[in-house]
Nanobody, 124 residues
Framework: QVQLVESGGGLVQAGGSLRLSCAASGRTFRGYAMGWFRQAPGKEREFVATMSWSGDTIYYADSVKGRFTISRDNAKNTLNLQMNSLKPEDTAVYYC?????????????????WGQGTQVTVSS
């Protein structure tokens, strides 16, 4: 059974930092693209960042470029998201996702597996 489990969310003041982690289990994720998405109340789930298995291809949403950094440890089947200079508009539930269909994609419909999400709240 495939599982993606996020951790590291919480409450932080604007300008602060958080580091999210995603632990993947249940199968090998070799070749999988992995990414982060987020969903704020009343809004659709949106792309945040994605990274290919090799690490050669990385994409960020314009809203987080220069502030967030995605990384992965393939040996440990983990995905991370370092979030700096957080803003109140970053408040959302953050989801980890994995895709077997493409090397890397920003399209949430192409992701096969999803975690349960972790809440990030940024106060002003």
């Amino acid at each position: 059974q495939v599982q993606l489990v996020e951790s590291g969310g919480g409450l932080v003041q604007a300008g602060g930092s958080l580091r999210l982690s995603c632990a993947a289990s249940g199968r090998t994720f070799r070749g999988y693209a992995m990414g982060w998405f987020r969903q704020a109340p009343g809004k659709e789930r949106e792309f945040v960042a994605t990274m290919s298995w090799s690490g050669d291809t990385i994409y960020y949403a314009d809203s987080v470029k220069g502030r967030f950094t995605i990384s992965r440890d393939n040996a440990k089947n983990t995905l991370n998201l370092q979030m700096n200079s957080l803003k109140p508009e970053d408040t959302a539930v953050y989801y980890c996702a994995a895709s077997s269909r493409v090397l890397s994609t920003t399209d949430k419909s192409l992701y096969d597996y999803w975690g349960q999400g972790t809440q990030v709240t940024v106060s002003s």
